[in-house]
């Protein structure tokens, strides 16, 4: 992208759900932090043992579950995206993850989840102007132009996990994944018509995941690696007509395709990359807990037999870092008051973007609100920047708000004892 095509985009209107110009170069659009507690230790979670973390971390956690367990997560990205002296704002609302689990005794515990893996929904419509001058008679052709790219990768998951032994608890998971972008280019002449070229890239893949946790002493850790297979990618251009001279309402327009073969669809190959992560956490004491996190997202052995034209850049491996804690004033009291028993934390992720010299970096600070003796809510709030070493001029700071409801009980109680 050059920097007359940046500026465009800069100045263009953008009271739309958007996100991020970086997200633009990767496959699905920009990662996120998937469940609450997370999400307030700077995106540490595979250590951590925790029943509201269900499978989204490793799905050997589901074998830490002894209790039917819900969650919830809601984030509220705002970014602001900067060129040199030009800016403009984003905001998008985004559900992050629904799951549930169940234990069923001595089978282990089965979970389910719909996830947002990625996502990214970016939109500009330039200012009308001049489209192309002839340089002989000096005529000149007005309009505009608009773009929009609406991408995302969406996951339906279930999973299994057993307590096996309190230092080795395995988990498996099947996933069905769903990848999509949407591509639309309009060209608007001003008393003439135009057109819209648009490309959707539909994949419906399937993928497995694997994990163990435990517990050894004070110390927990977590393990999972996740492999995509590969499967048929289809890609459908459509080429359409735009008339705004037969439509009656400002600013609609009638389209039609331009000729009877104008939509195509072609058929091809692809396999996103597998991954990957480690994570530990140390519990200093009931007060205090910290996590690390380190996870690889293998971009380089993604491979793909569609033109180089839609899947044109060479993309790195991404490695995420994260470290996190969480402080309870006083969890051993019996009758503690209400802020003594919430939740403190804070934490801090970096992370390499699957194109060369891009990355991110944030700061991470919440709150847990617990809900009686079997519910909490998770309130999380991140800060961070996005940056290229290879495109200085371009500059996103980015704000994140995410709300996490989470609750759960025992499926069978033991009878009262009479004496």
Do not use: C
Request: aromatic share 12%; charged share 20%.
């Amino acid at each position: 992208m050059n920097k007359a095509t940046g500026i465009a985009l800069l100045t263009s209107v953008a009271l739309v759900s958007a996100q991020s110009l970086f997200g633009l170069k990767y496959p699905g659009g920009l990662s996120s932090t998937k469940t609450g507690l997370a999400s307030r230790l700077g995106g540490a979670g595979i250590g951590m043992e925790d029943p509201y973390l269900l499978m989204a971390h490793t799905p050997g956690n589901l074998g830490n579950i002894n209790q039917s367990v819900y969650t919830l997560k809601l984030s509220i990205d705002y970014n602001r995206i900067k060129q040199n002296d030009l800016q403009n704002d984003f905001l998008r609302v985004v559900p992050d993850l629904v799951g549930f689990a169940f234990p069923l005794g001595p089978v282990g515990t089965v979970g389910v989840g719909f996830s947002k893996e990625r996502g990214n929904d970016y939109y500009y419509k330039s200012a009308e102007g001049i489209l192309a001058r002839n340089p002989i008679t000096n005529d000149s052709i007005t309009g505009w132009t608009g773009f929009n790219r609406k991408s995302g990768i969406t996951i339906w998951e279930a999973g299994w996990g057993h307590s096996a032994l309190k230092m080795v608890r395995p988990g498996i998971s099947y996933r069905r994944f769903y990848y999509s972008v949407e591509d639309s280019r309009v060209t608007k002449i001003n008393n003439f018509g135009g057109t819209s070229d648009s490309l959707d890239i539909k994949q419906a893949g399937n993928a497995i995941r694997g994990g163990i946790s435990g517990t050894i002493g004070k110390v927990s850790y977590g393990v999972n690696a996740t492999y995509n297979f590969s499967g048929d990618v289809t890609l459908k251009t459509t080429v359409l007509d735009i008339d705004s001279s037969k439509s009656k309402v400002s600013n609609s327009f009638i389209s039609k395709s331009i000729h009877a073969n104008a939509p195509a669809t072609e058929t091809y190959t692809l396999q996103l990359p597998p991954s990957g992560g480690v994570g530990v956490s140390y519990k200093a004491s009931e007060k205090l807990v910290v996590a690390a996190d380190a996870s690889m997202e293998m971009w380089e052995q993604a491979w793909t037999d569609a033109p180089k034209s839609v899947f044109y850049t060479t993309y790195q491996n991404a490695l995420s870092a994260s470290v996190g804690a969480q402080f309870i004033p006083a969890p051993e009291l019996l009758s503690p008051r209400y802020f003594e028993k919430m939740r403190y934390s804070g934490g801090v992720r970096f992370s390499q973007l699957p194109v060369e010299g891009d990355f991110e970096f944030a700061l991470n600070a919440g709150l847990g609100l617990p809900l009686g003796t079997s519910g909490l809510v998770d309130i999380a709030f991140e800060g961070g920047a996005r940056r290229s070493e290879i495109l200085p001029d371009y500059k996103e700071n980015f704000f994140k708000f995410s709300f996490t409801t989470s609750g759960g009980k025992a499926w069978k109680k033991k009878p009262a004892q009479v004496y």
